[in-house]
């Protein structure tokens, strides 16, 4: 997933009705995160960094509490799945899901590339080596500053946590480091006591291509209906 991909996500969140299409996904992540580790966010990194993101986009204190206690329900009977893609110009498509129906996620997918001339869902696997998996946080600069740390300060600090790449975009600093290495990132942002913005596992496309405006105006009316289904919690492409 190219950084344009991330600027075109940002566009569209303007559009977005944020009560209605950020929060489900959200919860989601939490009730799966409170369900395969348990419902203290003190022994439970993969429920602290959800409920993280979930504040960041401001989602209320009850919604995540109710999202926690959804993981001990028939609510919360979620399952993780993948699928894969292709769409026309080359564009590849990767959907990371979580559903309580996998027939149901399926067949919605299905019916958005069907409805796309020249697009069609993918065995699982085929795209997989195309993309490489990251870990990627987010905090902000001036909280860097607050503690007295220069950008090479905080470089210097979490290489031995896993850090393989560091970037300052405007206010923000993105570290990013291997996918296996988001739990030791998360403990080395905790060590400096630094807040972190937002934190993911992101996959990243070995090989971006890039599209002229036409080719990503129709690319979108794909992606559009792909992102609006409650069922996507990712979307991740190698458009640049």
């Known amino acids: 997933m190219g950084r344009a991909f991330e600027y075109r996500r940002a566009a569209k969140e303007k559009r977005w009705d944020k009560m209605s299409k950020v929060f489900p996904k959200l919860a989601k992540a939490i009730t799966l995160a409170a369900k395969d580790g348990g419902s203290e966010p003190d022994t439970n990194a993969k429920l602290r960094t959800a409920i993280l993101n979930a504040k960041a986009q401001n989602m209320p204190k009850d919604n995540i509490d109710a999202a926690i206690k959804r993981a001990s329900s028939k609510e919360g009977n979620l399952s993780e799945i993948t699928y894969e893609g292709k769409a026309n110009f080359g564009v590849l498509i990767i959907m990371e899901c979580m559903t309580d129906n996998p027939t149901r996620t399926i067949a919605n997918l299905k019916s958005y590339f069907n409805k796309t001339q020249g697009a069609s869902i993918v065995p699982n696997g085929s795209l997989e080596f195309m993309f490489n998996r990251k870990s990627v946080f987010e905090c902000l600069k001036n909280e860097v500053e607050n503690l007295k740390l220069s950008l090479e300060d905080l470089e210097f600090a979490l290489i031995d946590y896993g850090l393989e790449e560091l970037e300052e975009v405007e206010d923000k600093i993105i570290i990013r480091g291997d996918y296996n290495s988001f739990k030791l990132l998360n403990e080395g942002f905790e060590s400096l006591k630094l807040p972190i913005l937002k934190a993911s ?9 890039e599209l002229n405006d036409e080719q990503m105006e ?3 009316k794909l992606l559009d209906r792909i992102e609006d289904d409650d069922d996507v919690v990712a979307l991740y492409t190698n458009i640049e």
């Open 201 to 209: 596992l992101q996959r990243i496309a070995t090989t971006p291509i």
């Open 218 to 220: 129709l690319t979108e």
